[in-house]
């Protein structure tokens, strides 16, 4: 009998050990479904156009970031919509269109309303120094736009500026799309973060389901080469790869949400933040966030690069990548920064994409640079000052 519960207990090792190492395996492989220093355009970018919006999207995909990066909520009537904050008050003139609601959450507005909001001057008053006349007007966008914009389209327009669409039987609203004149041939791909996941219930498989409708599912249709290249004939790639897509949330529970319904087959990365609440410079804490993130099964760590609370120092790089996982790390705004964050990041989630591609280049991590300045990229896209 003891010989018996010896071997089992054995066996139970052996197992245990078979199943870490496929674990690890799997971690990897999905790991390397993204190019290595990618570039994330944060919100396509925040200094040289409205955050969020086509101009923004455009311009990120001109430049050759290897991913956009977007914040997806949801309209009162089940419509994905991108949008960063809970309300609409900071980006937008809600408060001239709809007034005393300028208060209210985004998903208290139909997408009828929404679609009446100026999403880009805004922009021009807060920064004065980067404005142009045509950021004036521009929408609030749904999830399937950023999608087009990356394939090298851009939204159809009617003769006054309008976006065309249709409305089915259904209710349901079918956006128009057409070829990009001024589009390079990069292919990104997208960075999506579940804002807000808890006012959402579901939203994590809508997500999903709406990736498969607009044909950027990985894991649905016609699936990507694992070998896919990243980047042909001097272009980013990364759009037609097996990693085309990450999806990420400061949420835990949205984690572990994303891990059953994409099965763990695409990259996911757990967003943390340091703050009072939140010592990433404690051990202890430290610990406890790599715990979490394996848990959910991620294979990233999202981090802020911090001031007074550095979210990424060098103990805590370390014990991410000794857990086999990876970090991405936002946002970058100057070159100091990343000369800091260099030795310790795998990539950049970025509002200086142009910045941030030439640094890549020069310091020998990066196969190409940017060909164009940030603001003839503007111009040929059509965004007169």
């Not at 001109?62 to 990066?69: I, K, L, Q, R, S």
């Not at 900071?90 to 309303?113: K, L, W």
């Not at 591609?357 to 310091?363: A, H, M, R, T």
Request: hydrophobic share 35%; with cysteine.
């Amino acid at each position: 009998m003891k010989n018996t519960g010896l071997i089992l207990m054995l066996l139970l090792l052996v197992l245990s050990a078979g199943c870490g190492e496929n674990k690890n395996q799997q971690m990897k492989k999905v790991q390397g479904y993204m190019p290595g220093n990618a570039v994330i355009a944060h919100r396509g970018t925040v200094y040289w156009a409205p955050e969020l919006t086509e101009s923004a999207f455009r311009w990120a995909r001109n430049t050759g970031a290897d991913y956009v990066e977007l914040d997806v909520q949801r309209s009162k009537d089940g419509v994905l919509i991108i949008m960063h904050d809970r309300t609409f008050k900071r980006t937008t003139n809600v408060a001239q269109v709809f007034p005393g609601r300028e208060g209210h959450p985004v998903d208290s507005f139909t997408i009828a309303e929404i679609m009446k909001l100026d999403n880009g001057s805004a922009f021009n008053v807060k920064r004065p120094e980067q404005a142009r006349s045509s950021f004036a007007g521009q929408e609030v966008l749904v999830f399937e736009d950023v999608f087009r914009i990356c394939e090298g389209r851009r939204i159809k327009r009617n003769p006054d500026g309008t976006r065309s669409f249709t409305i089915d039987q259904s209710g349901k609203y079918i956006f128009e799309y057409e070829d990009d004149p001024a589009d390079k041939g990069h292919r990104p791909g997208v960075y999506i973060e579940l804002k807000s996941p808890e006012y959402y219930p579901g939203i994590e498989q809508e997500v999903y389901d709406e990736l498969a409708a607009i044909g950027w599912n990985p894991l649905e249709g016609a699936i990507p080469a694992e070998k896919t290249p990243f980047y042909m004939d001097g272009k980013v790639n990364t759009g037609k790869t097996r990693g085309k897509i990450l999806v990420q949330s400061f949420s835990l529970d949205c984690m572990k949400n994303l891990k059953m319904i994409f099965r763990e087959e695409v990259p996911a990365s757990y967003l943390i933040s340091s703050n009072s609440e939140t010592d990433l410079s404690k051990a202890e804490v430290m610990d406890e966030v790599i715990n979490l993130a394996t848990g959910a099964g991620v294979q990233f760590i999202g981090t802020n690069l911090g001031d007074a609370n550095d979210g990424l120092i060098p103990q805590f790089a370390e014990k991410i990548h000794s857990a086999g996982l990876m970090t991405n790390v936002y946002s970058f705004n100057t070159v100091e920064q990343m000369k800091k964050y260099l030795p310790l990041v795998d990539g950049m989630i970025t509002n200086r994409s142009d910045l941030t591609i030439d640094f890549y280049y020069e310091n020998g991590a990066r196969g190409n640079k940017t060909t164009q300045a940030p603001g003839e990229i503007l111009n040929e896209l059509g965004y007169n000052l």
